[in-house]
T-cell receptor, first 112, second 115 residues
Framework: KQEVTQIPAALSVPEGENLVLNCSFT??????LQWFRQDPGKGLTSLLL?????REQTSGRLNASLDKSSGRSTLYIAASQPGDSATYLC???????????FGTGTSLTVIP | GAGVSQSPSNKVTEKGKDVELRCDPI?????LYWYRQSLGQGLEFLIY????????KSGLPSDRFSAERTGGSVSTLTIQRTQQEDSAVYLC?????????????FGPGTRLTVT
């Protein structure tokens, strides 16, 4: 069974700092990996989707990388802002089965 | 355009009662997922619908849980004889199709509290 781990569980940074969130998974046989943000009491908002054949995806200040062979993905946030404060989740879509496997998330606080 | 919607947003029920949770996926999306998010836990897959195919029910935790999807659109998750451990946020997501080349879009969730 695929296991997804996110480290750190919580992170607090001053505004303007660049930061990296980590996601690791145990089985490299994946179809794609998706990063989400979740605001308190809300559903998940998709940030980036990386197909298994890709190495990275970029959207604005966000850059996600994927190293399938080592079972790792990172989400890089440049010039962090207080509005980036949220919980960030990664989800792995394995080659078999229909379910996505989610990490427990990293809770990010950007201090003004 | 309209996103995934879920109702009710909050539901408080007494132990032993049945509840129904509703999900309206994005129009045209053929893939629909139900997840459960318990406090301090990751998202737990419950069930997957793709078009008219038989649903993947492998994530349903017990036979008290069931779901249906009418007309390939709206889905209802039913929990019978609710227990306190059923308290969680129930999230629905849809995707354009089941090829998994497309992102999942999530609804705001239904917070279920069983007293």
């Amino acid at each position: 069974k695929q296991e997804v781990t996110q480290i750190p569980a919580a992170l607090s940074v001053p505004e303007g700092e660049n930061l990296v969130l980590n996601c690791s998974f145990t089985d490299s046989a994946i179809y794609n990996l998706q990063w989400f943000r979740q605001d308190p009491g809300k559903g998940l908002t998709s940030l980036l989707l990386i197909q298994s054949s890709q190495r990275e995806q970029t959207s604005g200040r966000l850059n996600a990388s994927l190293d399938k062979s080592s079972g790792r993905s990172t989400l890089y946030i440049a010039a962090s802002q207080p509005g980036d404060s949220a919980t960030y989740l990664c989800a792995v879509d394995p080659n078999t089965g229909n379910q996505f496997y989610f990490g427990t998330g990293t809770s990010l606080t950007v201090i003004p | 355009g309209a996103g995934v919607s879920q109702s009710p947003s909050n539901k408080v029920t007494e132990k032993g009662k049945d509840v129904e949770l509703r999900c309206d996926p994005i129009s045209g999306h053929t893939a629909l997922y139900w997840y459960r998010q318990s406090l301090g836990q990751g998202l737990e897959f419950l069930i997957y619908f793709q078009g008219n195919s038989a649903p993947d029910k492998s994530g349903l935790p017990s036979d008290r849980f069931s779901a249906e999807r009418t007309g390939g659109s709206v889905s209802t998750l039913t929990i019978q004889r609710t227990q306190q451990e059923d308290s969680a946020v129930y999230l629905c997501a849809s995707s354009l199709d089941g090829t998994r080349a497309y992102e999942q879009y999530f609804g705001p969730g239904t917070r279920l509290t069983v007293t």
